[in-house]
């Protein structure tokens, strides 16, 4: 038994993967030896579970110890350490979240809680058969190096039957054993190829290095431009992180299309990371858990989960496009990613680099405050210009009658063409258009779930809900007065710009880059590796475009509409037009000169152009100007002075339910019983913006705190007297959101 309980501890609380935040207690078996953080398994209800034994005095159940149920199982594998237990609690703590959801992140890949299924296979034992046949002999090619095989592989490789083999076990030339179970875990070398750096990253670099050094916590923020080469740079932190032995983790936003990220990684480490997202297979998932915990797989590649990994010795921890919206994690437990592997990096004592061309206000600002050090790439890598970014007043530059694509846009897009060179049109919407209306009784196609408008799909001929998936094939004839040819479609989308680029520029060949095309993952990193090897000479993509991809041979990048997303009641709708904007004509003119794959001529540079009718709202005038620092000082004090994140707290409150009224009357209930406390607002409630999804109704209030304020203290006095939901009705609490529909 662990000294933490006492040699007569016998009665011990284990933490539960479900909705409930107090550990329950259970008897240890007299023969059985738990530690805090032991993975074992439980009886809860009627049910087993897999828990964890926690160290903390047990709570919960008030049940007499006679009738305490008892651990069933401990899983082999090594207990969850004490820093993980800890940052387990604070997360939970922090978000007001179960920790047995928190917990149940950790331990959710079941299969690799027992060590992995041994294989029986055979290897060479002894004296060569007495009859050679052509077939005997290709099995003993093959397995002349005594290396172990297994039957089908053997069989399959040397092209035999399965009685060839058992034909060579019974004369003793073959001998069963047990094969080494898995695959050989690669380790990354830190010394495999070290890059040639230039002045800026090889300063960036020994800060990363004398950081990682340190062996404690701290927050670097690596801001540097498109391009600048910030990868190169952090891969140094993690090259210095193996070389002390310890494991590092990458979390990347959008983990499943970023093959080309692994084989960069694989040329500088000499082989590839462990990945780590929902698109692997559990076989896969179970082996990286495994080879975490037992400290052999030592660098991941992962999404926003990989942060949950019960690691040996985590040493490091870097967060890549830290500002990205994909880092919070908005169903099932609320958290976000960036925050909480600054909280995991803080609690295991070990240094945290965040990495962005364009980084959130909050990391700026606890740079700027000194909390973070700060490292600036001010250089694209390779010599490259950054793009040259001019808006297309819409007001003066109109598109022709039903198109989108004005007269200076599509020139531009023809003098790209025209020089063999590739050009990226933008939109963030998917599908053909937002709406669909009748132009003879003004009918609009409404999803009957939400209140959202169904979006058209023309290449699949269907009207679908980007909310809740429902989906209807597009009729040929009004369904509200039944007049026949009257349904227009409303506004764009990337398969009506794509038929647009295909009636202007028919001989181009074009590509349409969209989360929801056929085929799924694998189809878009093939895509996105057919732009980059130049295959395509006009790519048209929503955002899933603007995310880190290298594209050589591209030049210019025309955002269809730049104004879409600046008008919403989202504090952070200014902050995310500017990084998408920014990051989105950052993928023009990476590679400078022919050598490195570029076309761009020479003292020629990349073009973005913002099609805008705001040409004067601060975020479009700040990219035009190419003025970083002026967008950031103007908006950083645009949140100071109304009080916003990070120098104001929030937390978001959504009250739904199957009917509008009940939703209604308990969001307005819950309200009046908000305690009055100095420097609280509880704002609200109205009608989500979203006001109805997948068919439940939705209200929303807003808490806003200053800083120095403990908002959750403050959530917890409330909730703990407030009216709470019955039948179909449910509160959910969003600390720091993101999201305000
Ligand atoms: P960022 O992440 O800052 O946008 P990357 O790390 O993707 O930039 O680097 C951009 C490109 O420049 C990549 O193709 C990279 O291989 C290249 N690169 C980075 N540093 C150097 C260097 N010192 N010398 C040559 N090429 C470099
Ligand atoms: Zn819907």
Request: aromatic share 6%; glycine share 10%.
């Amino acid at each position: 038994m662990s000294d933490l309980f006492g040699p007569s501890r016998r009665v011990v609380p284990v933490l539960v993967p479900v909705a409930i935040d107090t550990a329950y207690s259970y008897k240890v078996p007299r023969d059985m030896e738990v530690v805090p953080g032991s993975i074992v398994v439980v009886p809860l209800g009627p049910r087993k579970v897999i828990g964890v034994v926690w160290d903390e005095a047990p709570g919960g159940e008030t049940v007499g110890d006679n009738r305490l149920r008892e651990i069933e199982h401990v899983f082999p594998a090594p207990p969850l350490q004490e820093s993980l237990r800890r940052f387990v609690d604070w997360v939970g703590g922090y978000y007001l979240m179960p920790r047995g959801m928190i917990v149940r992140m950790v331990v959710r890949s079941p299969e690799a809680l027992e060590p992995e299924a041994r294989i029986r296979g055979v290897r060479r034992a002894g004296p060569m058969p007495e009859r050679q046949t052509e077939a005997r002999k290709r099995v003993l090619e093959l397995t002349q190096d005594g290396a172990g095989w297994s039957r089908s592989g053997l069989a399959a490789s040397a092209a035999v039957s399965s009685s060839v083999i058992d034909g060579l076990i019974a004369q003793g030339t073959l001998e069963e054993v047990w094969l080494e179970s898995g695959r050989a875990i690669d380790v990354p070398n830190p010394d495999f190829a070290p890059p040639t750096l230039n002045d800026e990253q090889q300063e960036a670099a020994v800060a990363l290095r004398a950081a990682t050094g340190e062996r404690a916590f701290s927050v670097t923020l690596l801001d540097g431009v498109t391009g600048s080469g910030k990868t190169e740079v952090y891969f140094e932190a993690v090259a210095e992180t193996l070389r002390q032995g310890r494991q590092a983790v990458i979390l990347l936003p959008e983990i499943a299309l970023t093959g080309e990220f692994l084989d960069r990684f694989a040329e500088r480490f000499g082989s590839r990371p462990a990945e780590w997202h929902s698109q692997a297979t559990p076989k896969a998932r179970a082996q990286v858990w495994r080879g975490v915990t037992s400290g052999e797989v030592r660098a991941v590649v992962g999404a926003r989960s990989a942060l949950f990994l019960p690691f040996a010795d985590l040493g490091l921890i870097v967060v890549d496009e830290e500002h990205d919206g994909a880092y919070k994690q908005d169903d099932g437990v609320h958290y976000h990613a960036r925050d909480m592997g600054v909280v995991r990096a803080r609690l295991g004592g070990f240094p945290v680099v965040l990495s962005s061309a364009t980084p959130s206000i909050e990391s700026r600002v606890n740079a700027d405050q000194g909390r973070y050090r700060r490292l600036i790439l001010e250089k694209r890598a390779r010599g490259a210009e950054l793009p040259d970014i001019e808006a297309i007043d819409l007001r003066r530059h109109l598109p022709a009658r039903g198109k989108f694509l004005s007269p200076p846009l599509v020139a531009a897009l023809r003098e790209t063409l025209a020089r063999g060179e590739q050009a990226l049109l933008f939109l963030n919407r998917r599908g053909y258009a937002p709406l669909t209306l009748c132009r003879t009784c003004g009918h609009r196609f409404q999803c009957p779930e939400c209140s959202t408008w169904l979006v058209e799909h023309r290449f699949r001929g269907i009207l679908t809900c980007h909310h809740c998936g429902h989906t209807v094939r597009r009729p040929d004839h009004c369904p509200e007065c039944g007049e026949v040819d009257s349904l227009i479609a409303c506004g764009p989308g990337i398969e009506r710009i794509a038929e647009e680029v295909a009636e202007a520029f028919p001989d181009a060949h074009r590509m349409i880059l969209s989360s929801d095309l056929p085929g799924g993952v694998a189809r878009m990193k093939e895509e996105l590796a057919a732009v980059a090897r130049g295959e395509a000479d006009i790519v048209i993509g929503t955002q899933l475009v603007a995310k880190g991809h290298n594209f050589p041979k591209l030049t210019l990048v025309g955002v269809v509409d730049a104004d879409l997303g600046l008008a919403h009641g989202d504090p952070r709708a200014a902050e995310k037009t500017f990084q998408l904007l920014q990051q989105v004509t950052g993928r023009a003119g990476r590679a400078a000169r022919p050598t490195d794959g570029g076309t761009a001529r020479p003292g020629g540079v990349a073009k973005g152009l913002l099609q805008t009718y705001a040409p004067t709202h601060p975020v479009i005038k700040a990219i035009v100007a190419g003025d970083r620092e002026g967008f950031y000082t103007h908006e950083i004090e645009e949140r100071r002075i109304i009080g916003l994140p990070p120098f104001g707290r929030l937390a978001g409150i959504v009250v739904s339910a199957d009917e509008r009224e009940p939703a209604q009357s308990l969001a307005h209930a819950l309200a009046r019983s908000a305690p009055a406390v100095e420097r609280v607002t509880v704002l609200g409630p109205t009608e989500a913006p979203l006001a109805v999804i997948r068919g439940r109704h939705r209200f929303r209030l807003l808490v806003k705190t200053d800083r120095a304020t403990d908002l959750q203290a403050y959530l917890k006095r409330w909730f703990a007297a407030a009216p709470s939901p019955r039948g179909s009705e449910r509160i959910s609490i969003d600390i720091d959101p993101q999201s305000f529909l």
